[in-house]
């Protein structure tokens, strides 16, 4: 299958400027335009200018939309699956839009993560902002500035990190890859991965084959798509078995270990010659598993961070003004200590 070579040393697009850039080609091609003219015409003015040299490079040397996108670097490895199965039928045009589709879905689900991670910033905030209170007090205005700018910097560069820098990170590169792995030991987010790797897998083995590619071309795209290590490298055992007699939906079942609703599927869609139609069906469905076992697990985790986070708050506010009341009290304790004021007057 196409596969990015390049992710280590790229970084992705945002996902709002793929999107653009991936339409108006399609548009283009639509119309009847050539790669070259597309990328020497008006919409070339709106490219960042190394797409725009690619692509006039890759255009002047014959390389198709999927060959492009792979040396582009700014694609998943899925997408370019995607890409691939789909310009197969000659239509690369429906390709970039199928693409531009799943790259806007893409867009939702991470708008969606964003807001729900709102609400613990601004725990962490009221934390940096709450927590030194006592010191206006004690030090005035100036020590509590003091205490509450290097947090506050620190919390800047981290949501400007989140902002800007995480979303250009590319979706097959090295560091996604190691944080998907980490989260891949918990196991409501493990649960979440597996059903997004099970939509990952249905959408592009329904593209391949709806593109008239065999199992043999369709299996390795689809595995590889995934990016997950239960599918990854499987594709040959599951060619091994079809090739000797069994069905897709068993060799499925026994090799990638697919849930039994998933292969009964597949196997109804294989006996009635409609696994193109069945399969976008069940990466719908697990997409909305993988999205509905995310939202839980934030909304858990954002219950028991909010709790913890506002007791934490509560207990060092107390904690500082009765150190506050303990130094003011302290003057009084020693007078009391001298006998009060008859010690300090002494007939």
């Not at 045009?93 to 964003?114: H, I, Q, S, T």
């Not at 995934?226 to 000797?244: K, M, N, W, Y």
């Not at 499925?252 to 109804?268: C, I, N, Q």
């Amino acid at each position: 299958m196409p596969q990015n070579r390049a992710v280590e040393k790229q970084v992705a697009l945002p996902l709002r400027a793929l999107e653009e850039l991936l339409v108006p080609l399609a548009q283009s091609l639509e119309a009847g335009l050539t790669l070259l003219e597309h990328a020497n015409g008006p919409a070339s003015v709106l490219m960042p200018r190394p797409i725009q040299r690619a692509l006039d490079a890759g255009a002047r040397q014959g390389r198709s939309v999927t060959e492009l996108f792979t040396s582009l670097g700014i694609l998943s490895n899925a997408q370019l699956a995607l890409l691939a199965a789909a310009e197969a039928r000659g239509e690369p045009a429906v390709a970039l839009r199928a693409v531009a589709a799943r790259v806007g879905e893409e867009r939702k689900d991470l708008r969606r993560l964003a807001l729900g991670l709102l609400y613990p910033a601004f725990l962490v905030l009221t934390t940096l902002l709450v927590q030194p209170l006592p010191k206006v007090v004690t030090e005035g205005l100036a020590g509590y500035g003091s205490a509450v700018l290097g947090p506050l910097l620190l919390f800047t560069a981290t949501i400007a990190a989140a902002v800007f820098f995480v979303p250009r990170l590319h979706p097959d590169g090295l560091l996604l890859r190691g944080v998907r792995g980490l989260l891949l030991l918990i196991p409501p987010t493990a649960y979440a991965a597996r059903h997004r790797a099970l939509a990952s897998f249905a959408d592009v083995l329904g593209a391949s084959i709806s593109a008239g590619l065999t199992f043999r071309d369709s299996v390795p795209l689809a595995c590889e798509a995934t990016g997950h290590p239960s599918f990854r490298g499987r594709a040959d055992r599951v060619l091994g078995r079809i090739g000797e007699g069994a069905t897709l939906a068993d060799a499925l079942m026994k090799e990638l270990r697919l849930p039994p609703t998933f292969a009964a599927l597949v196997a109804h869609g294989e006996r009635v010659g409609k696994l193109d139609e069945i399969l976008p069906q069940l990466s719908i469905e697990h997409a909305a598993k993988a999205r509905a076992a995310l939202a839980a697990t934030m909304v858990v985790t954002l219950l028991f961070a909010g709790v913890a986070v506002m007791g934490y708050v509560a207990y060092e506010v107390a904690s500082g003004w009765n150190r506050i009341f303990e130094d003011l009290a302290k003057p009084l304790m020693d007078l009391k200590g001298l006998g009060g004021l008859e010690g300090l007057f002494p007939e």
